[in-house]
């Protein structure tokens, strides 16, 4: 008997690997191709081959090692296989009479089965006490005996109705394996059926369950799109409230401090004309008395202070209807600023929502290899394509070595405007929409450039990118907090993306807390594919570095 573990040169206790790796080495090492016209070498390999086949099916190898052992163990002594013999016959005959009884067969024909067996016990003893004879020094006369009782017993058999029984046992049998044949294939049908229904009902679930995801999202979406429009028209109420307060106040100021210059501006003519019929009096007159000519200097000169106070007065009120009409158009401004900006809110949350489903339109392209859009540019593709080889290079793992070589195959479509206009043709991608995509790219960016610099001063935004400067400048901590704003999207659009990239940013510094949300996504699948394994890993490596949500988690486990 071929002993395969020697042949493949293995131990009996070899795994399924291990027998896989030195079949592959063997293999290489006697194919034909390899030894041309060296029979051994043939032969060699048609028993690497044999012993393969058996050893890598767990069934066949099962069956193999019983071979084995049982070709290993020591022989039986012939007295031992006689006794077994005997008692194997015994229990064959009271079997046989039990399946004749259970299947209503004659009792008659029981009983012939039962003296058949019988018979045929007696004659096996017969034999074996023949082949036992030899070695116990039977003499020739008892050998002729023995011989004799044999031909008797099979004679007194053949005359017992062998050949009925048999012919009954036959027909039963035949007929059991027709009921069990039927049973078969009935028991397959109702497999297949139960099969396809299977297949059926998991396709079914998986649809339910896109349905339902989808409808999950569509609602998400429409409860975020009614508070984003409440809170705009309650901000927009307010503000219309605010604007009609300014301008009513504004008007009435406006009003009233128009009506005093009036006034003022009427009094300074009274006193002109007063001084001037003053001045004709006294040209007229020709006073000669000096107490006359004291007298009227002195009301001239209290008429020329009053007309000095009026025209102060009347300064004063001009410089309070100018600052009121530049506080008023200030407010104006303001109120045009913040409609622009509100406009602008809309139209870029909008266009954050195309972004993400030209992504997902990507997602299944060459572009999505790259992690680019349909519609970028030559140097962005360039960029990205630099960023993936740096990130993949040098890495053994075989699942990195497969990215990076469809990253490759992507480039080297998309690096060249021949190959790439075909490729954007069999996607459905024309020349007119990359161009009108890219406008509408160019135009956001603008809208988006006038969007931060109106909120210049707004508080928010001037933390934003204080953090955003800090965090391209290499703090953890401001990185950190970056990657949490994108990731509850609390004062801006949420980014799942965005945060895993800055989460992953702190985490290479070892930030506990960074290295903790880094983990966080990962066991939760957000913005980044799901393995839960690696993130907790970095929940316990963040856990040691005294991240205290960190820590607590770890205890809820």
């Known amino acids: 008997m071929k002993n395969y573990y020697q042949i493949l040169n293995v131990k009996p206790t070899a795994t399924e690997d291990e027998i896989k790796r030195s079949y592959r080495v063997l293999a290489k090492r006697y194919h034909p191709d390899v030894n041309p016209g060296d029979e051994s070498a043939a032969d060699r390999f048609a028993d690497i081959n044999e012993a393969n086949a058996v050893l890598s099916d767990p069934t066949a190898r099962a069956q193999y090692d019983a071979k084995l052992k049982e070709a290993a163990a020591p022989k039986p002594n012939p007295e031992d296989i006689i006794a077994r013999q005997r008692a194997q016959a015994q229990a064959a005959a009271r079997q ?20 058949r067996a019988q018979q045929r016990e007696r004659i096996r003893q017969a034999q074996m006490q023949q082949a036992a004879g030899g070695h116990a020094a039977f003499g020739a006369s008892s050998q002729s005996q023995v011989q004799a009782q044999l031909t008797a017993l099979r004679n007194q ?8 029984g048999m012919a ?22 109702e497999n297949r059926r139960l099969k396809r229904q299977a297949e059926e009902d998991k396709a079914l679930k998986a649809q339910l369950d896109d349905a339902e995801r989808d409808r999950r999202e569509l609602e998400q979406e429409l409860f975020n799109r009614d508070r984003e429009l409440s809170q705009e028209q309650l901000r927009s109420k307010e503000m219309e409230e605010q604007l009609s307060a300014y301008r009513e106040a504004a008007s009435a100021a406006d009003a009233k401090s128009t009506e005093e210059l009036e006034n003022c501006r009427a009094a300074l003519e009274l006193a002109n004309a007063r001084i001037r019929t003053l001045e004709q009096e006294i040209g007229q007159s020709k006073m000669t008395n000096n107490a006359q000519i004291q007298l009227q200097q002195d009301k001239r000169k209290q008429m020329q202070e009053q007309i000095d106070a009026l025209n102060a007065q009347v300064a004063e009120l001009s410089a309070t209807v100018d600052e009121l009409r530049a506080e008023n158009e200030q407010w104006e401004q303001y109120a045009k600023s913040e ?5 602008a809110e809309r139209r870029l949350q909008d266009w954050y929502k195309k972004t993400k489903a030209d992504r997902r339109l990507a997602k299944t392209t060459l572009y999505g290899t790259l992690g680019v859009l349909i519609w970028a540019t030559d140097a962005e593709i360039d960029a990205a394509y630099g960023k993936l080889v740096k990130r993949y290079s040098g890495k053994s ?31 459905g991608i024309t020349p007119e929409k990359l161009a009108e995509e890219r406008r509408l790219i160019a135009e956001f960016e603008q809208i988006e450039e006038d969007y931060r610099s109106r909120l210049a001063s707004k508080e928010f935004w001037a933390h934003y990118d204080e953090l955003n400067t800090s965090a391209l400048s290499g703090d953890a901590a401001s990185q950190n907090a970056l990657g949490e704003m994108y990731y509850y999207g609390d004062e801006l659009e949420q980014d799942l993306e965005q945060a895993v990239f800055w989460f992953k940013e702190a985490a290479k510094q070892k930030h506990a807390d960074g290295m903790y949300n880094l983990g966080v996504c990962f066991v939760n699948g957000e913005g980044v594919e799901q393995n839960k394994t690696t993130g907790y890993g970095f929940i316990r490596q963040a856990s040691k570095l005294g991240s205290k949500a960190a820590k607590q988690y770890m205890d809820e486990m």
């Open 168 to 189: 009954e046992a036959q027909a039963a049998a035949e007929k059991e394996i027709s009921r069990l044949n039927a049973n078969l294939r009935a028991m397959l049908g």
């Open 157 to 164: 058999a053949f005359q017992s109705g062998h050949e009925q």
């Open 397 to 427: 793992d075989e699942a990195i070595v497969a990215k990076l070589a469809k990253v490759k195959e992507a480039y080297a479509v998309l690096c060249k405007p021949e190959t790439r206009a075909e490729y954007n043709e069999s996607i």
């Open 339 to 343: 409609e622009f900006l509100s406009d």
């Open 96 to 115: 046989a009479a039990r399946q004749a009884a259970m299947r209503g067969v004659d009792p008659r024909y029981a009983e012939a089965a039962m003296a």
